[in-house]
């Protein structure tokens, strides 16, 4: 019995230690918004002849957003008038006003912590004070970046946001929301590479921790059933005479 409840406590504290390291990806759709929209990329204007340069203003697949956003192929880089590269693949998602959000499908586990990061690129030609929000329920976390923007530098920067889910957050929505400071005119926020992160346990985790629960279990009912034959034999013994 004592090896058998050795080997539990051991499969336990290992699944414990292991759901507690482990931060699993949580899947963000489109992430670097290179699914192409419906009808393509049909605009040119104040492209400034980039080559290569073209953008949307319809609905991003996989995301939510209105017009005067939508996905732009900046073309050519390093360019004169917007970025001097890209961080993953030809296309970004811009919004010149509205909101662009994504509520992911998994749920709020209590005591997770959810770490969300977005490339956030500061064109060369407008100002750009964009924000980055990760709701979880009715809580909100603002991204920061980890070096401090330079407007109109061209570059990109990395911003990161995280919460700890708490009890109350139990189930809820996780929603990611990439936006423009709302008051900034002639301005644009750009965003590319969208990734989403919480100390979720894998499955061989979840087994070692099952097993060991169901060791622990099986200890104790041997446990109550010795000492319940134990009790029924001092129960049975004859007293001793005096």
């Given at each position: ?174 929603t990611i929301i990439l936006g423009l400071t709302p008051g900034i005119s002639n301005g644009q926020a750009d965003f590319d590479a969208v990734a989403l992160s919480g100390s979720v346990p894998e499955p061989a985790t979840w087994a ?24 029924q034999r001092f129960a049975l013994a004859p007293a001793r005479s005096a």
């Amino acid at each position: 019995m004592k090896t058998v409840a050795a080997l539990a406590c051991v499969l336990v504290a290992t699944g414990l230690m292991a759901a507690t390291a482990n931060a699993g990806s949580i899947t963000v759709l489109n992430p670097s918004f290179e699914i192409p929209p419906a009808g393509g990329y049909p605009l040119t204007g104040g492209c400034d002849g980039v080559p290569g340069c073209m953008y949307s203003e319809t609905a991003i697949p996989d995301w939510v957003n209105a017009q005067i956003s939508g996905q732009w192929q900046p073309g050519s880089t390093p360019s004169p008038f917007f970025f001097n590269s890209l961080p993953d693949g030809p296309t970004v998602g811009y919004t010149n006003g509205p909101n662009i959000s994504q509520t992911v499908s998994a749920a709020a586990v209590p005591g997770d912590t959810y770490t969300l990061t977005v490339d956030v690129g500061y064109r060369k030609d407008l100002v750009s004070q964009p924000y980055v929000e990760l709701v979880v329920g009715s809580n909100s976390a603002f991204a920061t970046p980890a070096t401090t923007p330079v407007e109109q530098s061209g570059d990109w920067y990395l911003y990161t946001a995280v919460y700890k889910a708490t009890a109350a957050n139990a189930g809820q929505p996780i929603t990611i929301i990439l936006g423009l400071t709302p008051g900034i005119s002639n301005g644009q926020a750009d965003f590319d590479a969208v990734a989403l992160s919480g100390s979720v346990p894998e499955p061989a985790t979840w087994a070692m921790l099952i097993l060991g629960g169901f060791g622990l279990a099986a200890v104790a009912r041997l446990h109550r059933a010795r000492k319940g034959r134990l009790d029924q034999r001092f129960a049975l013994a004859p007293a001793r005479s005096a």
